[in-house]
């Protein structure tokens, strides 16, 4: 226990100074188990080498984002969360090469706190430049996109008592971006497997099922149509599984998985998929528990980075006006506190926020009622300072 | 083949909106096709000898084999003129022999009932998905699903009342993959103009046949641009030619999501091969499951109908206590489609008057009933109408 302590702030040091244990930055299996999920043994001085507070970049975007950002920063100050925040701004420029890139002082910032946590940015539509998420995630190969789906209490929805996660590969699969037009009238989309990406992803599954106490991993899949491409995800899922024994491995066909997924969510427990299929059916399961305003996510990428985020839109016709429901973002911050290993804390702002939605006296237009968002912000605030 | 329906399908879109500006041969030509198409859909159904038709049937693997006996002692029972051509599909085997026979079986006879048949994605990937064959070779380019809440479901959300029509034939289930470099698999989606055209006539025309108001195009263009682009602009196209009915698209991550929480919203919904998948799934999933939805696979001059959802249904099989709903509509669906109608329409009724007035379910749908005593209730209900029908 001490000793993995003491090798991963070994690790972290080399890190800092530039430089790393085998020349090349090759995800071992050692180091997922280090950045990934809740640790118990873990200490927050073995991740930032200030004792104490923990600096995390954070990203507020556009639109309602600084609002919220602001609401989260606020709620995190009551709870007395050793956290500190890093402002940046990730809109995209030109570099040198002509190529786009996020600002180099966002970058910097990243890769030093390695935690980072996002509002809504605006899709360009004609500013020439991709968007900024797909920038992201190239940049700190953001591999696993991570939704948990928690039915709210105090928000009803049709499905109760959904308590499932989404794991979604998010680097290639159908979202590639390789199309061709053939001849006038065909075109081509081609959709990439490899292997390296389905390891990554299923080892992550497992190792995540493993730290969060989740039982079973299923993995969702299309082999009876697309044999050699999801066959080959399969494989490596099937390989991660013998790894994992602890931890119950099936595999579903992604029909079987939505037919039984409206009918009764409870059955499933950790999901695990290539990208098209986490992007439909994480978006499923967000609907189930209420929709985008309300579900947390987090992108984990290599070298440790892991970048959480709201994933609705800026909502620019509500911007400014103090209305906006910061629940998506202060959830996903909490699934930050998580990863970060400061349980207690997580727990706390996580109790009260769903304490405030379920006593229905201040919530926001989206859930239903009349408040304002610093209405809804201070309520929480205060619960949490009750709490203590 | 592929040419031909091209033309036939260019042609029949060219001719109403810009007639005779592509020149004399494609006038005459056209003309000549487009009756040809006429004529094909004004003929009566073919394989109908001494008034009674011949029907292949393809009972398939799982709970097909019993669900399909149970159509056709219901079909016997009720002295419907249909013939079974059983036609026997080994999954098991690596050879297409089987699979070739039921084609040219359906080739004969114009139509068909089947079961579904299991792919055993444990063999060589060269082994292809036979349903996925099947519809390729007869090119059955629509799928088309209707869901409908029944009163005697319960279900989360009520007043469902969807059509889906699927693109059938390409897409992501075109089995192209290959493995260019060592553990890098490539599956390629191809969309083309002509089978989007295609699709988008054929969810159009039906939508005005049954008196619908919108269609909604279900895709997901901001990713794959070229691709679902032009599926959805071959939906823009073919909408201009329709003013009175409405259209608008929705990308299919937000559409999923919309069906969970406000299924209501959505009339008619047309989409590529592996969103139709997705959606129809859900749907079915929430009008009350697997064993209610029946489904039909239409191409140009034949047509094959199963379920919606396809299921093989292995862990039910052999059990008596599969939902025979889906297959029996499915089948009406198919007597529909030969023009038997009071057939279809006193079975269909028996069926939903057992599920919804008499409540005998089964377990799938929180009922205690067998599939035997469903199906024997169905056959009293018919006997009950007064029409001709054999001994019970």
């Known amino acids: ?12 040091l080399l890190r800092k ?22 640790f118990r043994n873990e200490t927050p001085q073995s991740r930032a080498f200030t004792r104490g507070m923990q600096t995390v970049t954070l990203i507020p975007g556009d639109g309602i984002g600084p609002e919220i950002s602001a609401a989260v920063m606020k709620i995190f100050e009551a709870a007395k969360a050793p956290i500190q925040w890093e402002e940046r701004n990730v809109t995209a420029i030109k570099g040198p090469g002509g190529k786009w890139m996020i600002p180099p002082d966002a970058k910097e910032s990243m890769d030093k706190n390695k935690i980072g946590l996002k509002g809504p940015l605006k899709t360009p539509i004609a500013a020439g430049h991709p968007s900024m998420n797909l920038l992201l995630r190239k940049t700190f190969d953001l591999y696993a996109n991570v939704r948990p789906c928690v039915s709210i209490e105090g928000y009803k929805t049709p499905y109760t008592d959904v308590n499932l996660v989404t794991i979604r590969e998010n680097t290639e699969g159908e979202y590639s971006g390789i199309e061709h037009v053939i001849v006038d009238g065909v075109v081509q989309s081609i959709k990439l497997i490899t292997e390296q990406a389905s390891q990554r992803i299923a080892e992550y599954a497992f190792e995540y099922a493993r730290n969060n106490q989740r039982a079973s991993v299923t993995a969702v899949h299309k082999a009876n149509i697309m044999r050699m491409s999801d066959g080959l995800f399969l494989r490596k899922c099937r390989e991660a599984a013998e790894k994992h024994r602890d931890v119950k491995f099936t595999e579903m066909y992604l029909d079987t998985v939505c037919l039984n997924m409206v009918q009764d969510p409870t059955q499933f427990d950790v999901l695990v998929m290539p990208n098209l299929y986490g992007d439909i ?8 528990i209420g929709g985008l305003g309300v579900t947390p996510s987090g992108n984990i990428g290599a070298n440790g980075v892991a970048i959480f985020e709201s994933v609705h839109g800026t909502a620019p016709d509500i911007a400014g006006k103090d209305m906006a429901n910061p629940t998506a973002l202060l959830l996903s911050a909490v699934m930050m506190l998580r990863h970060m290993g400061l349980h207690g804390h997580a727990k706390k702002i996580e109790a009260a926020c769903f304490d405030t939605i379920r006593d229905e006296k201040v919530r926001t237009k989206d859930l239903g009622g009349n408040s304002k ?4 912000t201070d309520a929480i605030c205060q619960r949490v300072r009750d709490m203590d | 083949m592929a040419a031909h329906s091209a033309v036939l399908s260019a042609s029949k879109i060219i001719n109403p909106f810009w007639g005779g500006r592509l020149g004399n041969t494609v006038k005459v030509f056209g003309t000549t096709l487009t009756s040809h198409r006429n004529k094909t859909l004004l003929t009566p159904p073919p ?25 056709r002692e219901v079909f016997r029972f009720s002295c419907v003129p249909v013939d079974f051509e059983v036609v026997h599909v080994n999954s098991a085997l690596e050879t297409e022999d089987d699979i070739n026979n039921a084609i040219t079986a359906i080739r004969r006879n114009g139509v068909a009932l089947k ?3 299991e792919t055993k994605h444990t063999m060589a990937p060269s082994v292809k998905s036979r349903n996925n064959l099947l519809r390729t070779s007869l090119d059955l380019y629509a799928n088309v699903m209707h869901c409908q809440s029944l009163p005697g479901v319960q279900t989360r959300h009520k007043n469902i009342d969807i059509m889906i029509i699927r693109e059938n034939t390409e897409g992501e289930y ?8 060592s553990g890098v698999v490539e599956s390629l989606k191809i969309i083309t103009r002509n089978n989007s055209l295609r699709i988008a006539d054929y969810a159009f025309r039906l939508a005005r046949e049954k008196g619908r108001r919108r269609v909604t195009a279900v895709h997901k263009a901001n990713i794959m641009k070229l691709g679902d682009g032009l599926f959805l602009q071959c939906c823009r196209e073919v909408a201009s030619g329709y003013p009175d009915i409405t259209f608008d698209s929705m990308i299919v991550d937000n559409t999923t999501m919309q069906l969970v929480s406000k299924p209501q919203q959505f009339d008619v919904m047309v989409m590529p091969n592996l969103y139709g998948n997705v959606v129809s799934n859900v749907c079915a999933g929430l009008v009350g499951g697997p064993g209610l939805v029946p489904g039909a696979n239409y191409g140009r001059d034949y047509a094959v109908f199963e379920t919606a959802t396809r299921n093989t249904g292995k862990s039910i099989a052999d059990r008596n206590i599969a939902n025979p709903t889906a297959m029996l509509l499915a089948g009406c669906m198919m007597l529909d489609h030969l023009k038997l109608y009071d057939h279809a329409s006193s079975i269909r009724n028996a069926v939903l008057t057992t599920m919804n007035e008499n409540r005998l379910q089964t377990a799938d749908i929180g009922g205690q009933g067998t599939t035997s005593e469903v199906v024997q ?8 109408k007064g029409q001709l029908t054999a001994d019970l």
């Open chain 2, 377 to 384: 209730s169905v056959m009293r209900i018919i006997q009950s």
């Open chain 1, 17 to 38: 100074l530039g430089l790393s244990i085998n020349g090349k930055d090759k995800i071992k299996p050692q180091e997922v188990s280090r950045v990934v999920g809740a």
């Open chain 1, 373 to 376: 968002c610093s209405e809804f």
């Open chain 1, 281 to 288: 059916l994480s978006d499923l399961c967000a609907g189930l």
């Open chain 1, 1 to 12: 226990m001490a000793g993995k302590a003491w090798r991963s702030a070994i690790l972290n």
């Open chain 2, 115 to 117: 079961g579904n048949i």
């Open chain 2, 47 to 71: 394989a109908k000898y001494g008034g009674r038709h011949t029907v292949t049937l393809i009972p398939g693997d799982g709970i097909g084999p019993e669900l399909l006996n149970h159509v």
């Open chain 2, 174 to 181: 075109s089995s192209l993959e290959h493995e260019s470099v």
